[in-house]
C-alpha cells in the first residue's frame, strides 16, 4: 500500500493512512478467467435463489465477462448478455420486458457480483468499465436487468432507472420480488467520468 497521508487518533499519535492497491478490470479471456469470475460467484452468491450456475456457463459463452481484481483476486464481476440472443435469465422467468422498447442494441447485465468487502467503488469501477468496453467494442448503446428492492438504491447510484413497481417472479420454485432495471450505456459512461 501507498502512504497518502496521515491524521491523529483520539490519543494525539499520527498514524499513517494507506492507499488500497488499484483495481484493475479486463474482459475475461479463457477459461482460466472464466474460472476465477465463477468461483467468485460461487463464493458470494450461493444459497441465493436466483443463483443458476449450470446455466450461467451456457450464458458466460454467449455474453462477455469482466473480472475486477486486487493485486491479481478477483473482487468483482459481471457479464452482459446481448438481448436477440434469447438467453437471458430474464426471459428464462418472465420478467415483464415488455415495458422496454428492446431491439438488437440492448444487452441483459447480468452477475454484478462483487466481494462484500470491496465495496461500493468497486462495483460502481467495474459498471463503469464495462460500459465503456461495450460502447466501444460493440452495437449495444442500453442494458436491462433484475434486482431486488433492497438493491434498487444500490443500482440508482450506479445511474440505472428503476421501476417504480415490483414484480413477483418465479425461478426454480423460489418467489422472487424484483424490480426491472434499465439505462443508457452512454450516460452511465459519462456519468463515471464526472
Known sequence: MRAVGTTSDRGGAARTLERPPAISVRVVEGESDLAKARR???????GEAWFDPENDSVRDSVGYVWLAERQGVPVASARALPHAAGLGFSTEIDAPLHLLPLDETWVELGRLVADPISGFMTAQLLFAECAHWLLKHTPYRRAYGLCDSQMVPYY??????????????????????SHLLHCDLEQIAQTSRA
Not at 159 to 175: C, F, P, R, T
Request: one cysteine or more; a positive charge; glycine letters at 14%.
Open 40 to 46: 467468485l460467484r460461487r463464493r458470494v452468491c450461493a
Open 156 to 177: 440508482t447510484r450506479f445511474g440505472l432507472h428503476a421501476s417504480e413497481k415490483g414484480y413477483h417472479l418465479s425461478h426454480g420454485g423460489h418467489a422472487l420480488y
